[in-house]
């Protein structure tokens, strides 16, 4: 990892973290508006979403306003011995445990092997499509294996930068949603 990457990610984890609670819930309900519009959401039957975490966007609405669409919904599990990232279906929230990073997760639920659209997080995005995540690599590697799914990022337009310093293994998203813009990368 380049000092530059971490640079980033470290000043947009501040930025996001001075938010208020109440700039997060609308512009999170502004995001989710944007995105349950989208054509590629609304022909998408099944959506593998993250649970937010604190100053991400907020996704326990669009979680539960999926559900009550009848699509079918799954959330990342991770396999700590294998470092591995798999996505369960669930049928609510109240059957997770949060992992030791402080995740919720789900409990039991069937493999997912039928997503047409995941929603990724990350900390830091370019309008060409590029990502800083975590630093773990578990949507990187996951998504490597699934490459005919939908990528769909959702941020907060402060986390939208000019350019990002990419390396190999790096996955590009599809759609790039915040509260100002929708940036197409594919259709």
Partial sequence: MTDNRESIRNQ?????????TADIDKNSNIILDKLFSTQIFKKSNCIGFYYSLKTEVSTYNMIQKTL???????????????KTMDFHTIDGTENLRKNHLD?????????????DVV?????????????????????DKFLNLQPSIY????????QLIDTIDIQEHDIPMDLIITENRVITINN
Wanted: glycine fraction near 10%.
């Fill in 151 to 158: 990528k769909i990022a959702l941020a907060f337009d402060f």
């Fill in 119 to 139: 929603i990724v997080p990350g900390i830091v995005f370019d309008e060409s499509g590029n990502r800083l995540g975590f630093g773990s690599g578990y949507y």
């Fill in 12 to 20: 947009i984890k501040h930025i996001r973290n001075l938010q208020s």
């Fill in 103 to 115: 995740i919720p997760e789900p409990v039991d639920g069937e493999i997912c092997t039928n997503i």
């Fill in 68 to 82: 009550d669409l009848g699509k079918n919904v799954c959330l990342p599990k991770i396999d700590w011995k294998s």
